[in-house]
């Protein structure tokens, strides 16, 4: 026993403790801990011998106890071989527990491998899914940016492609997928671009369609703005001192308020432009869109302009109307995106297409206005043009190149009306019978004198029909067309082309080149008739034109407004209607002073008469006919003064005629008879003279009485005696004198020596050859 156990001192120790074991459940634990060892030990042989030995040992030992104590000895035979028994039973189960736990230990092991690989092909699975689920999640985002885009919903498809980008491609980054994807990217956002901009030029393609009645909406508002004001400046004085779009005006206006891009008629939308631009700058693509979109409203800008237009309402083709109503809906749509989206529209980008359209304008309308000889359709135009202006003023364009356009369209106005009239006056020039104005009734009294600048002598009451005015008709239609033509010229200002000095200067100019030549040459070129009556009716108008001017200066100084209603207005037509009344009065004299001639030409006198005459010469009594026949008819509608000086000039003239009588060259002698029958036609004039009560008039035949007197003294060398000659005969010329007493003849022949003497005297004195 002591040797087995120290043989084996771990297999005695435990089948020490199996056998010592204090109770059953402890022996079995024991028993099974001391298998388990030794199988794993390979010593399950050593084991079963060590407890066979010590079961034999203890065998032995019973049987030394029970030879002692037989009965003892047999019971605990018995008991022993009982344990034997069971011993043996136990062995054989330990056996065949050993085999079944090497077995079971063998499959656990087996099983416990096949769980630790299944959990790695599990932790691999879910990897995978979890990969799967990401990749998954990508492709789902990617087909929603596609989704969106089919939905027009490019914002939402621009922040889902950015999500995708930069959230989920990075937890997936290690798939080739994301890669793909990524690269994916650039042609998603091109593709978000192209589709925003494709709305965007849908967008302005309606917008195109929609410019030209946005633009009829936007004049039809300025008109009724036009309306208001005109109303309030009705109320108030003072408001109509101000024109449309000044500040007065915008404030008094305020209550009115009305969107042109958002009324019942029509609505613009500017929710594209806003998305594109937004999508742009979320792409950095900001200066592109900017360059494409000016790009695209360059194109619409010039389709919007045409190659020609119309002014003429029955004509084919664009009218003025639809350019200006097609430009102004364009402008407002580009002031109004200026102002919603600065970042896509800059100022000097919306005026330089402003300018470039108003210059196009001005240059279609001047092509078409060469063939327009209508003024009213030139003040249609104009009215036009005006609107067009202001409704863009309102929206801060700069109008002053359209402004000066007005002032062409004024000039061409000007020139229309005064073609116009011009042959108007030529023609009632023309046509004019040079008669005074025959009046029949109160009616057309009081219409002739409420068209024409004059003032009758008698009052209204007093005068009696049928009366006769001095002017001729040609007057008082004249003064209609005067009258038209500045009420035609005051029709062009209105509200916004206000009259302004050159406005002014114009008319004046325009108005006197009228007056210059179509009336006042045409006159003067009438002058040439030989018909006294129609000379002299010419001198009467020409005296009524220039009262007429005179009126005229003060309504152009008066309807003067701003800077030029400073200073004094001068016609230039004035000056000349007074200077060719001169010429008509020296064509009137010339006519007078011819007929005189005439008359005078049929003077018969008998210088070397036998007898005395007793009765005036036929042509003196004719030429004082004559005289007295003229200024009772045909002179009588002339004034006073002009009278007078006719009459002078005609007695002067007719005093120097005769006197040229006796000193004709053809007359060699006079006889007394002869000075008697001239001094008998010279009594005869200057008693018609005196009839006349004017005896400034009578001055004019002073030379002719004195050298009658000369004639017919005495003793003629008074004459020649310079202190007698100057109360005698003063008036007689110094030359003529000696000539006409030379051709006296006288019985005394030393009278005619000495006579001749002092002639060869005194035309030594003053040159004469004798």
Request: charged share 25%.
């Amino acid at each position: 026993m002591p040797a087995a156990v120290s043989a084996w001192p771990e297999l005695g120790y435990a089948a020490q403790q199996v056998v010592q074991a204090p109770s059953d459940g402890e022996y079995l634990n024991h028993l099974l801990r001391a298998i388990q060892d030794a199988r794993k030990g390979g010593q399950s042989q050593q084991l079963l011998s060590s407890l066979t030995r010590y079961s034999t040992d203890r065998e032995a030992e019973i049987e030394r106890i029970c030879i002692s104590n037989h009965q003892g000895f047999v019971t605990s035979v018995n008991q022993l071989l009982h344990v034997r028994d069971g011993t043996g039973h136990l062995a054989s189960d330990i056996l065949s527990l050993n085999q079944s736990m090497q077995s079971s230990t063998e499959k656990l092991a087996e099983q416990k491998k096949a769980l630790v690989d299944s959990r790695g092909v599990r932790q691999n699975i879910d990897e995978a899914t979890e990969a799967l689920r990401d990749c998954l999640e990508v492709l789902r985002l990617a087909n929603q940016v596609h989704d969106l885009l089919g939905r027009k919903s490019h914002y939402s498809a621009l922040r889902a492609l950015d999500e995708l980008q930069n959230v989920h491609l990075k937890e997936i980054s290690q798939y080739k997928i994301a890669d793909m994807i990524q690269r994916s990217v650039p042609a998603t956002k091109k593709l978000i671009a192209e589709a925003v901009m494709s709305d965007l030029n849908t967008w302005l393609f309606r917008i195109r369609e929609t410019e030209a009645f946005l633009g009829q909406v936007a004049f039809y508002h300025t008109e009724q703005r036009r309306a208001r004001q005109k109303d309030r400046a009705e109320r108030s004085q003072y408001l109509a001192n101000f024109k449309l779009n000044t500040a007065i005006e915008l404030v008094s206006d305020e209550t009115d308020e009305f969107d042109v891009l958002d009324n019942e008629d029509v609505q613009v939308d500017f929710t594209p432009l806003y998305e594109c631009l937004h999508i742009h700058n979320a792409l950095g693509q900001t200066e592109k869109f900017r360059a494409e979109y000016a790009m695209t409203r360059r194109q619409q800008k010039d389709l919007l302009m045409p190659v020609s237009i119309t002014l003429k309402e029955d004509d084919e083709g664009v009218s003025l109307n639809e350019l200006l109503e097609g430009m102004a809906g364009f402008a407002v749509v580009e002031r109004a995106t200026m102002t919603k989206a600065p970042e896509a529209r800059s100022t000097s980008d919306v005026d330089e297409l402003w300018d470039s359209m108003c210059q196009q304008a001005i240059s279609l309308t001047s092509s078409a206005l060469q063939e327009v000889n209508n003024a009213e359709l030139i003040l249609k135009i104009k009215t036009v043009f005006a609107l067009f202006i202001q409704t863009m003023e309102s929206w801060n364009y700069s109008v002053a190149t359209l402004d000066g356009f007005l002032l062409q369209l004024f000039e061409k106005y000007a020139e229309l009306l005064k073609r116009r009239f011009s042959d108007d006056f030529q023609e009632i020039v023309s046509t004019d019978d040079y008669m005074p104005m025959p009046i029949n009734k109160l009616e057309e009294y009081d219409k002739v004198v409420s068209v024409s600048w004059y003032t009758p002598d008698k009052p209204r009451v007093e005068i009696q029909f049928p009366c006769v005015l001095p002017f001729s008709q040609m007057y008082p239609l004249c003064c209609i067309d005067i009258r038209n033509f500045l009420n035609q010229f005051w029709f062009f200002p209105d509200d916004h082309f206000l009259q302004s000095k050159m406005t002014d200067e114009t008319l004046r100019g325009s108005l006197d080149e009228l007056l210059s030549n179509s009336v006042c040459r045409l006159l003067i070129e009438r002058l040439n008739s030989q018909y006294l009556g129609q000379i002299v009716q010419i001198l009467i108008n020409l005296e009524h034109f220039e009262v007429a001017c005179q009126e005229l200066e003060i309504a152009l100084a008066e309807g003067r407004r701003g800077a030029s209603a400073q200073g004094q207005v001068i016609l230039g037509a004035t000056e000349e209607f007074r200077s060719n009344k001169k010429t008509a009065e020296k064509r009137i004299f010339e006519l007078v002073n011819s007929k005189i001639d005439d008359l005078i030409g049929t003077a018969e006198y008998d210088w070397m008469a036998l007898i005395v005459e007793k009765e005036p010469s036929s042509y003196m009594q004719t030429l004082t006919r004559y005289l007295s026949n003229i200024m009772n008819s045909v002179l009588l509608g002339l004034p006073a003064e002009i009278k007078e000086l006719i009459y002078f000039d005609a007695l002067s003239h007719a005093a120097t005629m005769i006197l040229n009588l006796p000193l004709s060259s053809e007359v060699k002698r006079i006889n007394p008879n002869g000075v008697a029958a001239l001094a008998k036609d010279v009594q005869y004039l200057t008693e018609f003279v005196d009839t006349l009560g004017n005896p400034v008039l009578s001055e004019n035949l002073d030379e002719l009485q004195q050298t009658i007197s000369l004639m017919q003294a005495d003793n003629s060398d008074d004459f020649y005696d310079i202190s007698t000659r100057n109360k005698k005969y003063g008036r007689v010329d110094a030359l003529h004198g000696p000539v006409l007493l030379e051709k006296l003849t006288h019985t005394v022949q030393s009278a005619s020596s000495i006579r001749s003497d002092k002639f060869q005297a005194l035309s030594s004195r003053f040159g004469m050859k004798s």
